[in-house]
């Protein structure tokens, strides 16, 4: 049975990416390039032969195995970035504001994955300029790279992660107590990074439903006094939470408060 590590797995979508990368380029190039109508284009064909022995078939698994990871990347890369922190405070907003479906899904998850973009910004440069680039030019090996690569989104990481929740993780792992960082393992610190980050977007949303929540104490209050039970309170305070939205320019503090919390 084959068990590759993490590592190794880290390793080869690594050079999955890269080969990608190189066969777009050579394909852009050979798309480019006047086509001679004498020399017949290759046609490339996919399909189920018979193994010539045991190792065929472990490289066969292995390609199965990474097509699987790159599948999950999107998934992985946006549960280790600010991704959540930023999509659950935006949904928190929309849902203080009463608006239902204002702003769409489409434009809550834009905005959050452009922030993320900006928050992560200088993360992903110093991949590139560490591991990437001098992959690319041959100065470094697939596991140097993998090393270095995942070093700056590690420190990320550690740097949101409390660290009530690594000892929780480090706990039940049964681990030996870490001494430095570097003795946390990524299996330990992501899921810490996570739940981290969900305790601060729901800390934030609280304060923001704070102040509408006042309002629609306030109309519903008035609304009773008046003797109008049967109007709905959300139709009035709407326009007021709309209002005080506004007028404090609700979006700055918010898109502000969210980048500053990562700095």
């Known amino acids: 049975m084959i068990k590759p590590s993490i590592k190794n797995l880290g390793l080869l979508t690594l050079g999955l990416i890269i080969a990608i990368m190189i066969f777009g380029c050579s394909l852009k190039t050979a798309l480019a390039a006047p086509?001679?109508?004498?020399?017949?284009?290759?046609?490339?064909?996919?399909?189920?032969?018979?193994?010539?022995?045991?190792?065929?078939?472990?490289?066969?698994?292995?390609?199965?195995?990474?097509?699987?990871i790159l599948s999950l990347a999107p998934s992985i890369l946006i549960?280790?970035?600010?991704?959540?922190?930023?999509?659950?405070?935006?949904?928190?907003?929309?849902?203080?504001?009463?608006?239902?479906?204002?702003?769409?899904?489409?434009?809550?998850?834009?905005?959050?994955?452009?922030?993320t973009f900006f928050v992560m910004t200088p993360v992903f440069t110093q991949i590139n300029n560490q591991a990437i680039q001098p992959y690319m030019a041959g100065e470094i090996s697939q596991q140097e790279t993998f090393q270095k690569?995942?070093?700056?989104?590690?420190?990320?990481?550690?740097?949101?992660?409390?660290?009530?929740?690594?000892?929780?993780?480090?706990?039940?792992?049964?681990?030996?107590?870490?001494?430095?960082?570097?003795?946390?393992?990524?299996?330990?610190?992501?899921?810490?990074?996570?739940?981290?980050?969900?305790?601060?977007?729901?800390?934030?949303?609280?304060?923001?439903?704070?102040?509408?929540?006042?309002?629609?104490m306030v109309i519903a209050s008035i609304l009773m006094s008046m003797g109008m039970m049967m109007l709905p309170p959300i139709m009035i305070s709407l326009p007021f939470k709309l209002l005080l939205f506004v007028l404090v320019d609700g979006w700055h503090l918010i898109a502000r408060s969210l980048v500053m919390g990562f700095r």
């Open 149 to 216: 690569a995942s070093e700056p989104l590690r420190q990320f990481m550690f740097k949101q992660a409390r660290e009530k929740d690594l000892a929780l993780f480090v706990s039940i792992a049964k681990i030996p107590r870490p001494k430095t960082s570097k003795d946390v393992p990524t299996s330990v610190l992501i899921p810490a990074f996570i739940i981290s980050e969900l305790k601060t977007a729901f800390t934030m949303g609280f304060l923001i439903y704070i102040p509408f929540l006042v309002i629609d």
């Open 35 to 68: 086509q001679n109508p004498e020399i017949p284009i290759p046609a490339i064909n996919f399909g189920i032969g018979t193994a010539q022995g045991p190792q065929d078939v472990a490289v066969s698994l292995q390609i199965i195995l990474l097509l699987t």
């Open 79 to 115: 549960m280790t970035t600010s991704f959540v922190r930023i999509a659950i405070v935006l949904s928190f907003i929309r849902n203080a504001l009463g608006t239902q479906q204002v702003p769409p899904n489409q434009v809550v998850v834009g905005l959050a994955l452009f922030l």
